[in-house]
């Protein structure tokens, strides 16, 4: 039986410790894991979002072939990676449902528009900074990493960085990718909407009454329902 080989595309807002836990799960479970990391090929200055994306496909090996899971951000990320690598499968976790095609922006207008207005010369704040409303924290922000994993917090912190202003304007175009087995992740209350429209689609969902950060915070509880979802598929 050939391997099951997940490709974790995270937010490109955090950084792989967002994901790392259940990176750990999946492989302890005896699946392939590839974490392809943007910021190792920028260090420094952040290119435009198509470049970042572009960083991409060369990271990730072809076989077995990859089922990719976009994670937060990561899900437009993800449906612009699949249709360019052969992609068996697509998992969305806790993030927007992306256009079948065509340009699509790295977030969702009422997020973009929440930031638009707290930009500085320095460019976005961090993303630990973006949910300052304290409903939204819970569900979306630090605050449960702070309370059950309080190790992460720094090196997740460490890894934030402030992005150029204007990638809220920038797009990447997106092939047709609907005609890859996906199936949606619902984490946090948040995204609520997006896993009903996904049971529209009659894809297969698992929710789970976490937050949003809880692939960093169970990651075992976060790998098995990603591992549920790939079975339910047909590829």
């Known amino acids: 039986m050939e391997m099951t080989h997940f490709v974790l595309i995270t937010g490109p807002f955090v950084g792989r410790s967002s994901m790392l836990d259940?990176?750990?799960?999946?492989?302890?479970?005896?699946?392939?894991?590839?974490?392809?990391?943007?910021h190792l090929d920028h260090p420094d200055a952040i290119p435009p979002l198509q470049d970042w994306a572009e960083t991409l496909p060369p990271?990730?090996?072809r076989g077995p072939a990859p089922i990719v899971v976009g994670y937060s951000a990561g899900t437009?990320?993800?449906?612009?990676?699949?249709?360019?690598i052969g992609a068996s499968?697509?998992?969305?976790?806790d993030g927007d449902i992306p256009p079948a095609s065509g340009p699509c922006p790295i977030l969702p207008e009422r997020v973009a528009q929440r930031l638009r207005g707290r930009a500085g010369a320095d460019g976005l704040p961090r993303w630990s900074d973006w949910w300052s409303d304290l409903s939204m924290e819970e569900d979306i922000g630090l605050a449960p990493l702070a309370r059950k994993r309080p190790d992460l917090v720094d090196p997740m912190s460490r890894e934030e960085r402030?992005?150029?202003t204007d990638w809220l304007d920038q797009t990447l175009d997106l092939t047709?990718?609907?005609d890859i087995p996906t199936g949606y992740l619902r984490l946090s209350r948040f995204f609520d909407e997006q896993a009903s429209e996904a049971e529209k689609r009659r894809w297969?969902?698992?929710r789970i009454d976490g937050s949003h950060l809880h692939p960093a915070i169970m990651g075992t509880e976060t790998a098995g329902a990603l591992m549920a979802l790939a079975g339910e598929l047909e590829f």
Do not use: C, H, K
């Open 76 to 84: 437009v990320l993800a449906t612009w990676l699949a249709p360019r």
């Open 204 to 206: 297969p969902v698992q």
């Open 22 to 38: 259940t990176a750990e799960a999946l492989r302890r479970s005896g699946s392939m894991v590839t974490e392809p990391n943007p």
């Open 89 to 93: 499968a697509l998992l969305l976790v």
């Open 176 to 178: 047709d990718w609907s």
């Open 59 to 61: 990271a990730i090996p």
């Open 162 to 164: 402030r992005f150029p």
